[in-house]
């Protein structure tokens, strides 16, 4: 390009409509900056950001709640596969009495199938192959495979009556995440982060841990967009925190790098950062200047939250075994109580390997072996810290199982393929009613009778317990505002305390 070519565009720059826009965009800049928290101008030998005037760290959109607050985080335990609610928590003793008898056209009547069973001849009906007990002061229904479980159920809100539209595992775990089957929106932690911040400066508001399941360990995978920001601002995605040398990726500086020299890197990268904005006026330049920040105290925090050896020997006999087993659900269990301790904002594990469609009463007793004991030890834990009262417990996955086996059923063996039209999770925590069981299905354990939960009302519901409106928290993007739960969701009052 010609010297002169580029005075000429210089000049075009900065003409009365340039000028104009540009001010506009600093003036946005500012406020962006405000609503992040951040304070992306350098301070006298502080560099950029290493301290923020709010010792709090990273406000959100909100000036504050829309109303009064029952906690302050969520623990998701996200089990993705699909876990078998008919095994676990819904108990059919009538399916033993009928087992290999076909399902009733009136009971099915035409609901959509996948396409594994969809070609079936007949859909045999099979009850679980395991006891149940009642247990607690209302003598709740528990699977004999769910012994610790079984212990805490008093601590516990059974919805026995979610349902969801999707009947396949990425739209179905999409839909739980983001409020939309399709892939591109914000996931919870993001809306959260993006909508009250964090109270962290040192760590992000919305960490996600992963561990797959001895049931199926080659089962369903997932994808790094489900704890995406979607189209918000790159500083709210969720952080994974990974069972490795480096628990997070790029973090750690090579060798020869010194504290004091990343520092300076850092400054000059920030300045360059910040002529780039004032040229393009892009906020996503600010976002990146944060993170890059967030990085740099990351380094000092990260191993110290992830450190787990001083934790006295009776925490890791509560949690079980696998707890000192980084990368296990019970280690990402105690991670949780870690990081819900130093105030995350949302914590969310996801337990892989449920997708049981067939050896189903090998894999998913395994499975349920996996996350018993450290589900109940997370709860336990927070109670006797005086956590559990501002803090959301949530267990459970994308869809429910069917009624009728998958494949050939035969005296100790069956499969379930994936069922929408009902399944069951639980909460546990602040502004929840404990020891409460929500909802009820047919006694085939296909359809919902009472009191049904829609994805978007618990997801409105998790919103309200953090003080949001589901409808006023909403982000403006091609002309549309979105937020979590689309155009839909209803609080769920009968469940809160």
Known sequence: ?????????????????????????????????????????????????????????????????????????VIYLFQSGGPSQLELFDYKPMLNQRRGEDLPESIRNGQRLTGMTSGQDSFPLVGSNFGFKQHGKNGTWISDLLPYTAKMVDELCIVKSMYTEAINHDPAVTFFQTGSQQPGRPSIGSWLSYGLGSENENLPAFTVLLSRGSGRPNGQPLYTRLWGNGFLHSLHQGVQFRAAKDPVLYLNDPQGISKQTKRHILDNLAELNEKQYQEFGDPEIQSRIAQYEMAYRMQTSVPEVINTEKEPDYIYKMYGADAKIPGTYAANCLLARRLAEQDVRF????????????????????????????????????????????????????????????????????????????????????????????????????????NPVHVHDFQATLLHLLGIDHERLTYKYQGRRFRLTDVEGHLIKDILA
């Open 347 to 450: 914590i969310q594990l996801y337990h892989m390997g449920w997708d049981q469609h067939d050896n189903l009463p090998a894999a998913i007793e395994k499975q349920a072996k996996d996350v018993d004991q450290a589900s109940a030890a997370l709860v336990a834990d927070l109670k006797q810290r005086g956590m559990l009262e501002d803090t959301l417990v949530v267990w459970g996955g994308e869809f429910g199982r069917t009624n009728y086996s998958q494949g050939l059923l035969t005296d100790t063996n069956y499969g379930r393929d994936h069922h929408p039209r009902c399944f069951t999770m639980w909460m546990a925590g602040g502004g929840i009613k404990p020891g409460f069981v929500y909802g009820e299905t047919d006694e085939f354990g296909y359809n919902i009778v009472k």
């Open 1 to 73: 390009m010609s010297e002169k070519k580029i005075i000429a565009d210089s000049a075009l720059n900065l003409n009365r409509r340039a000028f104009l826009g540009k001010s506009a965009l600093g003036v946005g800049g500012l406020a962006l900056g405000s609503l992040l928290g951040c304070n992306f101008y350098k301070k006298e030998g502080g560099g950029l950001i290493t301290k923020t005037d709010n010792p709090l760290g990273i406000k959100g959109v909100l000036s504050s709640p829309h109303h009064a607050a029952k906690i302050k985080r």
